[in-house]
């Protein structure tokens, strides 16, 4: 079991910054994969970005060059610095992480990050 507890959002207006952050339960050097997705009033939830547990990374194409996903292994701690907000980035973002053989999934509560002027 990974518990999963995000922090962070809030009111930004656009071109601000937010910085994300989702603490786990356990030992993230051992979780196969973490990272963001987001869901927006009456839309599906889509993928933000992800990292694994060697470093690799993968963004959402909305976000690439204005996002950056990170880990702090000693934390056991995921981010998400998010740069040039759009109103369009308004959604509740959700920290997910995949563990063991079979990449079984656990959620964190959700944090709403909200872009308006």
């Known amino acids: 079991q990974v518990q999963l507890v995000e922090s962070g959002g809030g009111l930004v207006q656009p071109g601000g910054s937010l910085r994300l952050s989702c603490a786990t339960s356990?030992?993230?050097?051992?979780?196969?994969?973490m990272g963001w997705y987001r869901q927006a009033p009456g839309k599906e939830r889509v993928l933000v970005a992800r990292i694994t547990n060697s470093g690799r990374t993968n963004y959402g194409d909305s976000v690439k060059d204005r996002f950056t996903i990170s880990r702090d292994n000693a934390k056991n701690t995921i981010y998400l610095q998010m740069n040039s907000l759009k109103p369009e980035d308004t959604a509740v973002y959700y920290c997910?992480?995949?563990?063991?053989?079979?990449?079984?999934?656990?959620w964190g509560q959700g944090t709403q990050v909200t872009v308006s002027s």
């Open positions: 356990r030992e993230i050097a051992g979780i196969n994969v």
């Open positions: 997910y992480a995949a563990q063991g053989r079979y990449y079984t999934t656990y």
